[in-house]
């Protein structure tokens, strides 16, 4: 049986595959090698459509990226006006639960504790001290 044959229809266009990158090797061709090959490639796709006309629509082609239509995603404007009226009242929802925050009225900041100058003579003494009685210890 045939290869090109799928039950009792025709592929037109059957899908190669190559057992190397295609892309690699386009970039390593001569500009003649590659206008040769453009050529080729317009006879095929002449003979297939050659081949469509004659067999009409009992033949199979293979699908085309020009063959797909293009996806149109996104959304309507008024779909978007929808899903935003929807959050605001989602936010609003929210907002509402939590009540309103307190505003307290300027008040002073937290006085920062500050050490007067004795305490910190005091201190510094004890450490001087401190230390001089474990160097005398080190010294014996």
Excluded: C, H
């Amino acid at each position: 049986m045939d290869s090109s044959l799928i039950g009792n229809e025709f592929l037109l266009a059957p899908t190669l595959q190559f057992p190397f990158n295609i892309k690699t090797m386009l970039t390593n061709l001569t500009p003649a090698q590659l206008r040769k090959a453009a050529s080729i490639k317009e006879q095929i796709e002449a003979l297939n459509k050659e081949l469509g006309a004659i067999l009409g629509s009992t033949g199979v082609s293979a699908p085309s990226k020009a063959a797909k239509p293009a996806k149109k995603g996104g959304m309507s404007a008024a779909g978007k006006a929808r899903i935003a009226a929807a959050q605001k009242a989602r936010w609003a929802k929210i907002k509402a639960a939590k009540g309103k925050p307190v505003v307290k009225a300027a008040s002073k900041p937290a006085k920062k504790f500050t050490m007067s100058a004795a305490a910190k003579a005091k201190i510094s003494a004890a450490a001087k001290a401190r230390w001089a009685k474990i160097k005398a210890a080190k010294k014996k």
